[in-house]
């Protein structure tokens, strides 16, 4: 079938409006109608070249739909069933899938690193051309294949603009604030970054019962929105010493958990310093490939400081997906508020100029 889709053709350009050939599903996959998609940091980053992909390419990693047709041995959705699409598609018989862990599946690394589903193809072509996937999901398309385990099936009630940004900010601020960190009620937790993913490390932790909870940013329009989502205490990180105020409102020890939620190694060594002894530091946003960290290996030997990784919000998503979303419709989650603007797809090259200049916001598509 043909469909309408932005396509990344070299790192650096806009992405191109294009009419697209999309086949059918095949063995364990579904054909989904998106009908909103989410912009994000990490697909600027995708687009910039920070993080090697097989080119062309579908960008977009935050989708919701409605399933349209399903490929041989799938009997989780039917044509029809609204679906959150997760960016991380799982086999479900792995060791990491059976202890709950999928994003730690080898299959959705091998489909991230390739750009291509399960068998190793595609199901995208432009002009004759193969055109590879993103994470799976490729959402900045009207119709998209992926892989079964990464539809998650959604009550049709819920509006599918909304539902769209649970599939990376939320699940992945959300879930690693509760499910990475298990922040509890009165730590006290620094946040640095207070775009999309940030925000809701915020309102997670605000569930949790944490106290004083701070968000950090260089935007004052990032940080006023970090109080309606949270944050007890701003400061800007431009021009406070972030680590010596975090110190001065928690008694001298500093902060439980401090979470980098913008990919910069500079900002972890921040967080680092804003933490007690025995303190954890839970690093979330999406780096430049070639980054790297330096720590002080003395330091966490003296103090028992911790530096980890959490992928995805370490989220188990046919328990986690059900979870936020019941939350938000009983008030304690906010994702409405999330949504700074709807824009239609041939908009998406202006959506992202505004994100690089700091709006504050999700932006989501709408596809119709």
Known sequence: MLSRAAVLFETGAPL????????????EEVRVRVVASGLCHSDMTLMAGKL???????????AAGIVESVGPGVTSVAPGDHVLIVYRGHCGRCRYCAMGRPVLCQLGARIRATGTLADGTVRYHVDGRDVFHFTGVSGFS??????????????PALPLDVVAV???????GVGSALNAAGVSAGDAVVVIGCGGVGLNVLQASRLAGAHPIVGVDVSPQKLEAAR????????????????????????GDGADFAFDA???????????DALRPGGAVVVIGVPDATEKIEVGQLMLLAQEKQLRGSLYGSSNFGVDVPRILT???AGKLDLEGLIGRRIVLD???EGFEALHHGESGRTVIQMG
């Open 52 to 62: 090697p992909h097989p080119l062309p390419l579908i960008p977009g990693h935050e």
């Open 166 to 172: 649970v599939g990376c900010s939320v699940l992945t």
């Open 142 to 155: 009207e119709h998209v294949v992926v892989p079964a385990s990464a539809a998650i099936k959604v009550d």
């Open 16 to 27: 191109e409006i294009r009419e697209i050939e999309v086949d059918a599903p095949k063995q």
């Open 228 to 251: 309606g989502f949270g944050a007890t205490h701003v400061l800007d990180g431009a021009r406070d010493d972030v680590a010596e105020q975090v110190r001065a409102l928690t008694g």
């Open 327 to 329: 939350l938000w419709q």
């Open 262 to 272: 913008v990919g910069r190694p500079a900002l972890v060594d921040v967080a680092l």
């Open 347 to 349: 908009q998406i090259n």
